[in-house]
């Protein structure tokens, strides 16, 4: 028999996801089962599967002891990397600059060092984050951004957090703004894209059509030049939606690819100057908040951006050719 007292980051979920992720070791089946007969139960009382949990909630699980055995304790963390370069934080989320090259989550080739691993053991650190205390939260990021792109990514400390924050980017209220270097001067100078995207998974890249096909999801790109040398652009980006490679594939689909990208862009350029990552950087955040915003409302009107954009110096100096 297990017995749980629903803590804050808890709170909010439905009882079937709070159980899968904290007891993995239970099937699913035998889960639904025990809800049905009563051998899971909230507040003493019948509980059913969607039934969302409240701080206070006193859980009990009446199954055998073997479905509770936890694996020892191994934080993944803790071999990452302490490099973090933290652009604001507070109590409630913590805004960080990624560096090129860094991955923001493990992959298929399950790296140790990530995004998430350095802030999570920063945390760690910092005794914020306390990982036996917590029955199914763990710090996380609210957006992301390629390997090979620079720039601001906000990570949410608590579940209030993280909820307010995902839906916030789902309505656009919180807007993203890049810097990129693109191949020749775009005409006009600025304009609106808008087409369809179709992502290859097995290719690992996407396609941009002008008219929609069966799996092609609608996006919109604005993008305006700011200043061009030696046939190459700095071109400040305003994503009106969020896919994958969406600012590399339609810059590109406009025959304006992006410097240092391999996969949309020219290899011979590249090559040339001396760019093997895409010139891409996530500069500025701001929080443009029109509902409310619970927790988060004291960020409402605040800006962040980046210090360095890492390619500029090259870009001005005429390095590039």
Known sequence: MKQIVINKNDAGQRLNKFIEKTFPAIPQSLMYKSIRTKNIKINRKRCTPDQKLCEGDL??????????????????????????????????????????????????????DTLIFRIQKYLFQKGEYMPEKENSFTPALANRIDRNTAGLVIAAKNAASLRILNSKIKSREIHKQYLCIVCGRPVPSEATLEGYLEKNEKQNRVYIEK???????????????????????????????????????????????????????????NRSAGYYKQALCSYKLSFDFLTDAEELNYLNGKCFEVETVPFLNDFYSGKIK
């Open 59 to 112: 859980l009990d699980i009446w199954l055998k002891d073997e479905f509770f055995v936890q694996p020892p304790h191994k934080y993944e963390f803790v071999n990452a990397s302490d490099r973090l370069d933290v652009v604001y934080e507070d109590s409630n989320i913590l805004i960080v600059n990624k560096p090129q090259g860094l991955i923001v989550h493990q992959d298929e080739n399950y790296e140790s």
């Open 211 to 269: 008219s929609r096909s069966e799996n092609g999801k609608t996006i919109r790109t604005h993008y305006k030049v700011i200043d061009t040398i030696n046939d190459f652009s700095l071109v400040e980006i305003d994503l009106l939606t969020g896919r994958t490679h969406q600012i590399r594939a339609h810059m590109a689909s406009i025959g304006h690819p992006l410097l240092g990208d391999g996969k949309y862009g020219t290899n011979k350029v």
